[in-house]
């Protein structure tokens, strides 16, 4: 019998429970200290409030401190749902209980900032393990378009799977594949994470235009703003795939899921579009936040204020020509100074 | 003074006016046989229907049989805004009609099939003009995200240009642009032309999703079916990619105004999404279009007629690999077979 740990119960923690109890698995799905009243609920009611849906039968909730409990009954694969603030914390937890080199998913997105570039979240895991003594632990990523809801409504779902060792990922690919999620393996785990991390920034850039069309007003002839829209996601999509190069990553990555897939399903509605649409009516990043949207984590913001001093020392330095990221620089300049939010081409 | 000839006056040709105009050109409009109403309508109210804007004071409207009058009073560009069933009428009229070589500007978007592989329309412009006895006429296209109703509205646009002798690029740019009408030069002119073409064919496969959500209905939680429609636009991106390689353009185009832009406002709403919404529900080709779209030309349809036979035999002879194209061979098979549609990894 296989068993599957997932660390980490909000949405896609927890929605990813469905194709690997659906796959045959056991699977003991750990909140964090966050996730109390959502464990509760499972346990309650076997239904997670923020997805609707009846959980398999064969999935077990259990609360932060029972860890170590859930560990000690054996995972095949221990799969990280937490939030990108969380990683650290999950690092911690792990490194304390782990007693073998199970394979480490990661379904957290983010890029942490260094001083002469990024590091993608499995390598900032597999390094931080290795830390804690627990050392030789295979570490690897999905991404691609997948909103919680759907993959727990049983929805068909697509995503790119990758390890960093690649022989890793056929095998995981077998343990998960249903009727319904459909896992292409890819090797290039630096291009799908950067991918996967950028498109939350980007995606603030896409949203911008439905604000400024909010503000604006339809045109006389009804016209909205969809080439605008358009334009801001096309220039997006080529500055994601600079950034991706400069991480060492590949374009495939780009057109493909992780890429053009996950961005065009992250601009379709979110948080991050919510910011970019607030800021497109005219507010500014800071009053935006506050009385908009005070209690959410909007990710692409986060990631702005994480890695923006590196971006900004990059483009300083010449190491990134400034000139080919003008949406880059419009969102930092609105999220981490708080400027007005200027997108290229417009003449306000 | 500049004069700027528009050939064809729908709803794109006619728009293209608006920035002609604006950039403190004169503008000639010239119908083709089947544009006889709108130029009435434009002579007589100075809107055309499908644009619902008052065109500048320096737009003057002819009707096809003065063609050879507007050519007189001077071109210095002319502009093919036709349909691209009728790219051959009007290589016929120019060729008969042209006294210089004024370069042209291609707005039509199609390929033309070959035995061995395809044509962009700014090619067969340029080789059909040298039949007809005008040589040497330079031959360049405009690719991106732009409806005619945004662009007629004045609502910012971006979109690239191109000519086969790109030392011509910078100076029809500087003829054009406006404070809302952005051009960016490329010198990828095959891929940027196989970009807005194939996009229309694969905004069929992009539409199925909403089709056979609306089939299908909400799942229990509220959730949609963007997971699914995200997929396909990734996967249809890589299927571009791979063909505008094989056309001998670069992966730039693929990611920027004309690939992944151009495809992204297409998904947003249109004919070819409408056909594949239709054919998402259940129907199969012949049926949607005689019963719902009979009198509108979907150019993704279109092109799928126009190029199956020579991509079935570029597959059948390996030059394409077949499983590279699941998308292009479910297209095939739902338009040109009037099969049951099957995008792949649906068990249906």
Redesign the interface.
């Known amino acids: 019998m296989t068993r599957i740990l997932i660390l980490g119960a909000g949405a896609m923690g927890t929605a990813f429970s469905f194709p690997a109890a659906d796959a045959g698995h056991t699977v003991s799905l750990v909140g964090t200290h966050l996730d109390a009243d959502w464990i509760r609920s499972v346990r309650e009611t076997r239904v997670h409030p923020k997805?609707?849906?009846q959980l398999p039968a064969t999935v077990t909730a259990y609360t932060h401190n029972q860890l170590g409990e859930a560990l000690r009954m054996g995972a095949d694969l221990i799969v990280l749902g937490v939030s990108s603030a969380g990683i650290p914390w999950a690092i911690e937890q792990l490194g304390a209980a782990m007693r073998d080199q199970a394979p480490v998913l990661l379904l957290t997105k983010g890029l942490e900032a260094r001083e002469e570039g990024f590091q993608i979240l499995p390598e900032k895991v597999r390094v931080g393990l290795a830390a804690a003594g627990v050392a030789n632990v295979p570490v690897g990523a999905v991404a691609?378009?997948?909103?919680a809801?759907?993959?727990?409504?049983?929805?068909?779902?697509?995503v790119v799977i990758g390890f960093s060792d690649s022989t890793l990922t056929p095998g995981v690919v077998s343990l998960l594949a249903t009727?319904y999620y459909?896992l292409f393996p890819n090797a290039d785990l630096a291009g799908i994470e950067a991918c996967a991390a950028l498109k939350n920034f980007y995606a603030i850039a896409v949203g911008y235009a439905a604000g400024r069309l909010a503000q604006t007003g339809k045109?006389?002839?009804?016209?909205?703003?969809?080439?605008?829209?358009?334009?801001i996601?096309?220039?997006a999509?080529?500055e994601i795939?600079v950034l991706v190069h400069f991480m060492g990553g590949t374009?495939?990555s780009?057109?493909?899921?992780a890429?053009?897939?996950?961005f065009?399903?992250t601009c379709?509605?979110g948080r991050n579009s919510r910011l970019g649409y607030l800021l497109g009516t005219g507010l500014r990043y800071r009053e935006a936040k506050a009385r908009h949207m005070a209690n959410d984590t909007v990710e692409g913001a986060e990631l702005a204020l994480a890695i923006g001093p590196t971006l900004q020392r990059l483009f300083a330095t010449g190491r990134l020509a400034p000139q080919t990221f003008p949406l880059a620089q419009a969102i930092l300049a609105a999220v981490c100074d708080d400027l007005p939010t200027r997108i290229p081409?417009?003449?306000v």
Not at 220 to 231: I, T
Not at 254 to 257: D, N
């Open positions: 997805l609707k849906v691609g378009p997948c909103i809801g759907e993959l727990a409504a049983r929805r068909d779902s697509c009727s459909h045109a006389e002839n009804g016209a909205l703003m969809h080439n605008l829209a358009a334009a996601f096309a220039q999509l080529v795939s374009e495939a780009v057109t493909g899921l890429g053009a897939g996950d065009y399903v379709q509605a081409w417009i003449v």
